[in-house]
């Protein structure tokens, strides 16, 4: 062992109290092995927005941390004065899936099965779905013409936001966009009024000036739910709360599972809902 390994050896062994945040992915391995270097802790403090959605990586972050010892949801801190609260918009419209077609051809004894039917629910009825991205289009078009910045639209996957984009006549930014800070920057200050936007956003980048968060992507995952509604609640002077934008669907039973998963989580959270019906005009 060099000098230095043991320099930091010696100081890890030193250190009596972690605090660590982002701990939903103390579920990993990796993760606990690092903490478990820290020989000499006597307190560990986990923060989170949500503990992980799987269970054992939830029994994991325990192990590392122990019980729960106090939550706060966001409208607590909203009153607070901590940060913005979120409006949620929540649009039920006919996006003309053909079901029989999603899933024609689909072996459904075959290993993989579920994997290979989630693939193909999320290209043809979320991705490839060209009347739902149409009326998200419709959506964010109405936003511009009302002369509305700060409008984020957020999706999983690449193909999806290069469609997405084009449609609404905004920049798509994902990890690999070299120039992506220089984006967020004019975002920030209001010379780019909307972005489309994959998970790059998801955790770790402070890009303020969001007014209108687009949920494009569906899905049913508590955690990322929660992050992306929170890129938009952050304070900001003459910013009272942040409009959230979301698509129910409801013509594929998995995709209803997961709308109905969302609408959960901002029940739980005690967001106000707008549930509407919506036709492109």
């Known amino acids: 062992m060099g000098e230095k390994s043991q320099t930091i050896w010696k100081w890890a062994q030193e250190v009596k109290v972690a605090i660590v945040d982002e ?11 690092v903490l478990m270097f820290f020989k ?3 307190v560990k403090i986990g923060l989170t927005g949500t503990l992980p959605d799987d269970k054992v990586a939830a029994m994991r972050v325990r192990g590392i941390f122990g019980d729960v010892l106090s939550t706060v949801n966001a409208m607590e801190l909203a009153q607070r004065g901590f940060i913005v609260a979120p409006r949620i ?4 419209g006919n996006w003309d899936v053909n079901v029989r077609e999603v899933f024609q051809g689909i072996n ?3 290993h993989g099965a579920q994997r290979v039917i989630w693939d193909r629910v999320r290209s043809r009825a979320l991705i490839n779905n060209e009347l739902r991205n149409d009326i998200i289009a419709s959506v964010v078009q109405g936003y511009l013409d009302e002369g509305v910045s700060g409008i984020l639209v957020i999706v999983d996957m690449i193909e999806h936001g290069r469609n997405l984009a084009q449609k609404c006549g905004l920049r798509f930014i994902w990890s690999g966009e070299e120039d992506r800070d220089t984006v967020f920057d004019k975002f920030k200050k209001g010379e780019i009024r909307g972005l489309v936007c994959s998970p790059v956003l998801e955790e770790g980048i402070d890009v303020r000036g969001i007014k209108v968060v687009v949920l494009a992507a569906g899905g049913k995952s508590k955690i990322k739910l929660l992050q992306r509604i929170g890129r938009g609640m952050r304070k900001q002077k003459g910013k009272f709360d942040v409009l959230v934008v979301d698509f129910y669907d409801d013509e ?4 209803k599972r997961h709308s109905k998963a ?10 106000t809902i707008d549930l509407e019906d919506y036709e492109i005009r």
């Not at 939903?24 to 993760?31: D, R, V």
């Not at 918009?89 to 039920?92: A, Q, Y």
């Not at 594929?252 to 995709?255: D, R, S, Y």
């Not at 969302?262 to 967001?271: A, L």
């Open 40 to 42: 000499g802790l006597q």
């Open 252 to 255: 594929i039973p998995l995709l």
């Open 262 to 271: 969302r609408f959960k989580v901002y029940t739980e959270q005690g967001y």
């Open 108 to 110: 459904w004894f075959a």
């Open 23 to 33: 701990v939903q992915h103390g579920g990993s391995k990796t993760y606990g092995q």
């Open 89 to 92: 918009r929540f649009i039920k």
